[in-house]
């Protein structure tokens, strides 16, 4: 049997990990040891560790990233207790992968240990690009620590290849949070408005927004409050938000929205809706506001619009349903309006193609979890070599 330990530190990696998790689960020829972190046990981010056990996964192990501040200093001590922690538990297992999704900071820790105990680590949604955030060089750092690669679409998979990675290494199996969609793994509207006071009745902004981690904490204010006076020129909607992930400059966002909050009816300020609420949420939204990459990978397959605002997911590629916007009241208003009520704007959305499903079929958990039970495991696997493509190399196709 091989054991397989996977790590996920906030709801939205756990989300787009759900339907590998599930599949690990089921294969009686796969071991999974499920490692919790992050955002998971923050209390201001809603515990979401209870979503992990409502889905009935066995969190094996949990490692406390806790943050004092949200200043530098203390998310990189954070860091160094998250690895010490890991290389007792990667010692502990003895695992034969390490599964990693996405480019969040947190994911060094896991993968330098892995590294140094010659675990094979395995990484989902490397050859994206975020310029606006520090995630850019983690994802980049993770693609060459790593030994297998999943790319959600054709165009990363072939950036991983001009890394020096060898062909043989990526596999190209589309997004896993879009296979959540295809299997309707997502809150009902009845159950948005139990479990959360959300009208499902009532046109509904969903609101992210993240720190670009690469502009410091003084400009992710100005940011932030240039988008609530844009909100405040949308008082007819329902405005529903969501807290920012744990980065340098988030507890000034979040403040800014506690303000924005505070006095008006037509405002929820929630810290987690769990990925189920989040998606289900997203489905019946007249638009996604912010700077998540789900309104870059998730939105386009419900064919709701997206106003992305700022550099934070500059260089991901995008369908024709998300509309990019400089961080200013007044570009954001302007936005906004279009994709609300532009009638030929509104008229694309139905035929919208969404490049993170490059298959049409919602099996990108079947794929990975396909390579991790077959590949050979040992010295091949392991030792890696710089291959960079030839000039007759043009795709992975």
């Not at 599964?99 to 140094?116: K, V």
């Not at 405040?232 to 405005?239: G, K, L, R, T, V």
């Not at 998606?279 to 106003?307: D, Y």
Request: net charge neutral.
């Amino acid at each position: 049997m091989r054991r397989i330990i996977a790590f996920s530190s906030t709801r939205a990696d756990y989300g787009l990990l759900k339907p590998v998790l599930k599949r690990i689960s089921d294969n009686p020829g796969l071991e999974l040891i499920l490692v919790a972190s992050g955002d998971h046990l923050a209390s201001y981010k809603g515990s979401t560790i209870s979503d992990i056990k409502i889905d009935r996964f066995d969190v094996s192990e949990t490692v406390p990233f806790t943050l004092a501040s949200d200043n530098h200093e203390s998310i990189a001590r954070s860091f160094g207790e998250a690895t010490v922690k890991m290389a007792a538990l990667i010692g502990k297992y003895q695992p034969d992968f390490l599964l990693l999704l996405g480019d969040r900071y947190e994911l060094l820790a896991p993968a330098a240990c892995a590294l140094i105990y010659r675990v094979p680590i395995v990484h989902i949604a490397g050859g994206e690009s975020t310029e606006g955030a520090l995630d850019e060089q983690v994802r980049h750092a993770l693609t060459k620590m790593a030994h297998l690669h999943f790319a959600s679409s054709w165009e990363y998979g072939r950036r991983i290849r001009q890394m020096g990675e060898e062909a043989w290494r990526i596999h190209v199996v589309g997004s896993t949070g879009i296979e959540n969609i295809y299997a309707s793994d997502y809150l009902s509207p009845s159950e948005i408005k139990n479990g959360f006071g959300i009208d499902p009745e009532m046109p509904t902004l969903l609101v992210t927004f993240h720190p670009e981690t690469l502009t410091g904490k003084n400009n992710t204010r100005t940011q932030a409050k240039e988008l609530v006076l844009a909100l405040e020129q949308f008082q007819e909607y329902q405005q529903v938000i969501t807290y920012p992930g744990m980065e340098a400059g988030y507890q000034a966002v979040v403040q800014i929205w506690q303000d924005y909050a505070s006095d008006k009816n037509n405002v929820l300020l929630k810290p987690s809706l769990g990925s189920r609420g989040y998606l289900g949420l997203m489905r019946i939204a007249s638009a996604v506001v912010g700077n998540s990459s789900s309104g870059i990978i998730e939105a386009p397959s419900f064919h709701v619009p997206t106003v992305n605002i700022g550099d934070r997911q500059k260089g991901r590629i995008r369908s024709e349903s998300v509309l990019d916007v400089n961080c200013r009241k007044e570009d954001i208003v302007k936005g906004l309006r279009k994709v609300l009520y532009d009638p030929v704007f509104r008229a694309r959305l139905p035929n919208t193609v969404n490049p993170y499903d490059p298959f049409g079929d919602g099996k990108a958990s079947e794929k990975i979890v396909s390579v991790l039970e077959q590949i050979p495991l040992g010295k091949t696997l392991l030792e890696k070599r710089l291959d960079f493509p030839g000039p007759g190399e043009v795709n992975l196709q």
